[in-house]
Each structure stands twice: as C-alpha cells, then as structure tokens.
C-alpha cells in the first residue's frame, strides 16, 4: 500500500509540474480564438426581471497555451449585462489563460433596467478579447427590453380547491392576492403587467380587459373573480389579449405549469373571453360550480401548454366558439354536470406529462362525484354537445366519458360531425356524421399550428352548415366558413390560399 500511495503522489507531481510546464511557454504572434457564437441575443426580457444565463464556449486554437491580455466589457460598469470566464465575474479581466487546444465557458446574462417606454427597446453591447499586437476580437451581446407595470400582493387567504382528477390532495389552497379596483389598478394595452400573486375582483365588479393587453405571471399566481364579480376579455382578431408566464426566454417560452391560474368563482359571472391566448399555466381557465346565473361565453380563443386542465368547468355552463385547446393533462374537463356546448373548435393532445389514467385526454367527462364513503352524487347534465369539432391526440383514447344515472333524469349528451380519435369508437347514436380515427393533417402542430394542412383532410367537408352561424359563420382567423362542400371541422376552415395563416399570439 505504500508503493501504491508513492505512485500516485508521483503521478499528481508529475500532472502539476506538466501543467507548469505548458504555462511556461505561451504561443508567440497572432492567436485566433474560436467562439461557438460570435453573438448572443436574448428574447424580450422584462425591466427589474433577470435574463435566462446563455453560455459560449472560446477555443484556443493554438497547440500552445495563450494568454489574454484583457477581457472586458466595452461598457464598462454601466453595461447592462454580466458575464462569468472560467469563475472569474469581474467587468475588466487581465491575463486570463486557456491552454493549447483548450476552452474555457463564458456564461452572460442581463439585468433591464426600467424607462418609462411604451415601446420595446434594445441594448447592446460587447465583451472584447484583446492581446498585444492583434485586433481584438468580440461577442457581441443583444437584448430587447419590455417596460412593464408589477402589481404584487399584500394579502392572503385559504379558500377550497378541489380538482375533480385528483381526489387525494387536500381541499383547500393558499392564495396571495391583492384587491384589484379600477382607480389603483387601471388596464391599458400600452405595457404589459407583470402580476405576483393573484389579481382578485371583489363582488359588484367587472375586469374589462381591452384588446392588446398582456398578462405575465409569476409562479402561484393568476386571476380570481370572487362570486359577484365578472370577467370581460375583449381582444380583437389583430390585437388578442395574452395572459402567460413572466418567464418567456430559453426553455421557458414552452414550460407548462409556471403560473396558477384565471378562476372564476362558482357565483360569479356571466364571463366572456374573446380573442384570447392563455399560455404555460396549471389550468387555463377554471370554473367553480354555479347554482346562479354564471357561466362564460369563450370564442376564437387558445389555450395551450398546461400542465393540468385548459379549461376546468365544474356544475357550471361553458359555450365555446372557435377555441383551440391543445397540451394539458386533460384539455376539457367537466365535471358534476353542468350544460356545454362547444361548436368548431380544435382539442389536440400530444401531452407527455403527467400521470395515467384520465390523464393526457381531450374530454373527461362526468356528471357525478364520490364521496369519502364512496358514494356517487350525480348532477344533472342538462347539455353536453360537441358541434363540428375535432378532439385528437398521441393516446388511442381522446374521449373518457362516465356518466351516472339520475333518478327520472336522462344524461344529455351530443357529438355531430366531428373528427375523434377514440378505439373502439362509440357506436351509439349520440354520434352523428362522426370520422373517427383519422389524422387531421395539422399545418405545424408541435409549434401550436393547428390550421388544416391539406384538401385531403379528413376534417375538411365533414362539417354540417347548420352550426356554421353567429359567432362560427367566421373561423378563428377571421375566414368565412360560406363554402359548405368545404366545410371544416375544428376552429380553422382550410383555404388553400391562406395556408399557413396563424393567429396572432400578443407577444
């Protein structure tokens, strides 16, 4: 064991003095360093919020070590952004060593600071890496600023929550929020908010939200109508209304889950969401169980990318005109009964989250609830009609139905010219001029294009006229549905002239 610690101790002294050695002699002339990239541009990055941290890689070239005189930022102490050599985190850099055939990582983030701009605004910069007797050489740093307004809570308060997929968590939840009003709290589409906790309307209010607006939350935040209140979303086809993480670059453009939720409470309403894009949240939209006259009334809207539910009704009323619901656990739940209808709209469910069972679905769909003791209360399901609409997904089963008899009451349920991904497919005659398990030819579904690709569609031609009025006689996009050989399933009637034609996301 003694001559195995001499030859270890030997070999580490042998390592340092090499080590030594190639420090000794550095590379003479000019060095040309490799960047992985010679720029780095940050997304739009809120004032008063830290960037994401990007990283390079700067490779020496040379079989033999160099040395740099000077690694700084051009804009001194005052630049915007930071940057990270190898551990080192100072501004201005000297005599900083890779060796021959080496690199070292350079990690850069931003820090914005805040206006007073409507408008969003880019800063640059660039770290130089200079050596006598060379032209330096440069990365060169861009970011784009978005002034914003923070409003953030000052209260709390636990209130029940109970999630009719996951019957083992607890009944209640804490929630941070603050009382909104319209003299303290005003909402103008100039600059987006940026809201920590969550936004909540007493009773005897209405949060109007004019076209253009632009919602960013924190984590364990959202909107809470309280029973009295009621919501108003009024985008326009040009200008939607965004409602999404604070989060928007690297892999948090994409991340479900960052957020709560838009709740709206069992007694409040009526609601109406109008050209909408709810992004990245738990649950999209979620509504308690109503006895009064609430509901909500949601068209040419997008829900996508939750990590529970995009849109939650619990014994509640739901109309839905042009709504594209994609990515959750379960795109459409409603459950305890309730009435819906949904006519042209698109629930697409690649999900890979998750759990098993009712997870990673279109529909659940349930009229009753269980008890601690395992008994069914069933709810009376006056309407459940799903019109001219497509629900598919990666999972052979889109559609998960339960519904429990009530005494002298039938179940009421209705799907008419759509598109279903479902094996074995229901044969009963609740399901009328049905297509089912046929892919819809999606434009770009990974990037949330859900228009129809191609004439040879299955969902083209498959709907029925007869639904194709009021608010569906336009699609999402705005394009008359008037030609009636054509007629297509889902929010996007396909028109091979406007192929490729998205909605506008707000961002």
Not at 172 to 189: G, Q, T, V
Not at 203 to 221: V, W
Not at 268 to 280: C, K, T
Not at 330 to 353: A, K, P, Q, R
Request: proline residues 4%; glycine residues 10%.
């Amino acid at each position: 064991m003694r001559g195995f610690g001499w030859a270890i101790g030997l070999t580490l002294f042998c390592t340092v003095v090499a080590c030594r050695e190639e420090y000794r002699s550095f590379a003479q002339g000019e060095v040309v360093l490799r960047f992985s990239q010679d720029t780095i541009r940050f997304d739009t990055v809120l004032t008063a919020q830290t960037s994401i941290t990007k990283v390079i890689t700067v490779r020496n070239t040379s079989e033999k070590a160099v040395s740099i005189d000077r690694v700084y930022l051009q804009g001194g102490a005052a630049s915007r952004f930071r940057f990270n050599l190898s551990g080192d985190t100072a501004v201005w850099q000297r005599d900083v060593v890779i060796g021959g055939k080496d690199s070292l990582y350079l990690f850069v983030h931003t820090a914005i600071d805040y206006r007073d701009e409507n408008n969003p605004f880019e800063i640059q910069d660039c770290i130089l890496f200079e050596r006598e007797g060379q032209k330096p050489q440069q990365v060169v740093l861009s970011a784009w600023g978005q002034d914003a307004c923070y409003w953030v809570s000052d209260r709390k308060e636990r209130v029940l929550y109970r999630d009719p997929l996951q019957t083992w968590q607890s009944d209640s939840l804490e929630l941070s929020y603050f009382l909104w009003n319209e003299a303290d709290y005003p909402i103008r589409s100039e600059r987006p908010y940026v809201i920590y906790g969550y936004l909540t309307v007493e009773a005897g209010q209405t949060l109007r939200i004019p076209a253009g607006s632009r919602f960013y939350f924190a984590p364990n935040s959202g909107i809470w109508i309280r029973n009295g209140a009621r919501l108003e979303v009024e985008g326009s086809l040009a200008t939607p209304v965004l409602f999404t993480s604070v989060r928007q670059d690297g892999n948090y453009r994409n991340m479900a889950g960052q957020w709560g939720r838009i709740w709206l409470g069992g007694e409040s309403g009526p609601h109406r969401i109008d050209h909408a894009v709810i992004r990245n949240a738990q649950s999209g939209v979620w509504l308690d169980s109503c006895t009064g006259t609430g509901g909500l009334e949601i068209t040419n809207t997008r829900i996508e990318n939750m990590s529970r539910h995009g849109l939650l009704a619990r014994q509640n009323r739901v109309e839905g005109v042009n709504t594209v619901v994609s990515e959750s656990q379960v795109n459409l739940c409603l459950s305890e009964g309730g009435s819906y209808v949904f006519t042209h709209c698109t629930f697409s469910n690649d999900y890979s989250g998750g759990a098993i069972g009712v997870y990673n679905r279109c529909l659940f769909l349930t009229n009753y609830e269980t008890g601690e003791n395992g008994e069914k209360k069933v709810f009376p399901l006056q309407k459940a009609d799903f019109l001219n609409s497509i629900f598919y997904g990666r999972n052979s089963r889109q559609l998960e139905i339960d519904l429990a008899e009530l005494a002298g009451t039938a179940a009421e349920m209705r799907f008419s010219h759509c598109l279903i991904r479902m094996e074995p497919p229901f044969s009963d005659d609740r399901f009328n001029g049905c297509v089912w398990n046929q892919v819809p030819l999606f434009i770009a579904p990974d990037s949330y294009g859900f228009g129809i690709d191609t004439l040879a569609s299955p969902a083209v031609g498959l709907g029925n006229p007869a639904y194709a009025v009021g608010a569906a006689a336009c699609d999402i996009v705005g394009r008359p549905r008037s030609d009636t050989a054509t007629l297509t399933a889902g929010a996007y009637e396909f028109t091979p002239k406007d192929k490729g034609v998205f909605f506008h996301d707000g961002r």
